[in-house]
């Protein structure tokens, strides 16, 4: 049998996992409203991202519980799914740091600063929680992906602020808002990678079980 038709590592169903998953979607379901707050009141596209970044993850949590311990290829196109909020995600964020760029004008960088480093403790907490887990399969590392890119983006946020506070101008947090998309299409491509060549390696094993029964 080909690599590519080895079986992807099976997933972890144990108590602990579940119970952490819970966890990480209870408490990113709070951020995304605390910061959608604080976008509103700050006016910062970064935040905003991060805010629906948040969303998305409490999703990506609720999703990944529901399908642990079903087939792989349940697990592998559910993580297609995630992938393709995740690329939705980016894309939005694009635009909308696009249309901030031709309206003008400042966020607030104190509220910025403040909101990002709570968010930056949550996501940091949650990371740790998971970080044994980050080499499974596609819906595992998907979830692993979504964590350590938050924390990445929380940290991008409260520069953002600093350079807001020092300059007066827009720029440092559209910028931030920029990457933080990149870095969702980017995490959209790696796990849609990954399920793709689950899904294949199913199918392979699939093939070979109905010949073995010929």
Known sequence: MSESCCAPPAPSADFRYRKILWIALVLNATM??????????????????????????AANYGISLAVLGLAVIWRARASLGKAACMAGFGIFVLG????????????????????AALALCVNLGVALMLYRYRTGDSNMRSVWICSRNDAIGNIAVAAAALGVLGTGRAWPDLVVATGMAVLALSGAWTVSRHATDELRSAHCDSVQGNLRVR
């Open 96 to 115: 909308r740091a696009a249309w901030s760029f031709l309206q003008g004008g400042a966020p607030e960088p104190l509220t910025m600063g403040f909101v």
């Open 32 to 57: 995304f409203g605390v910061e959608i707050l604080g976008s509103m009141r700050s006016g910062s596209v970064s935040l905003l991202a991060d805010a629906i970044d948040f969303l998305g993850d």
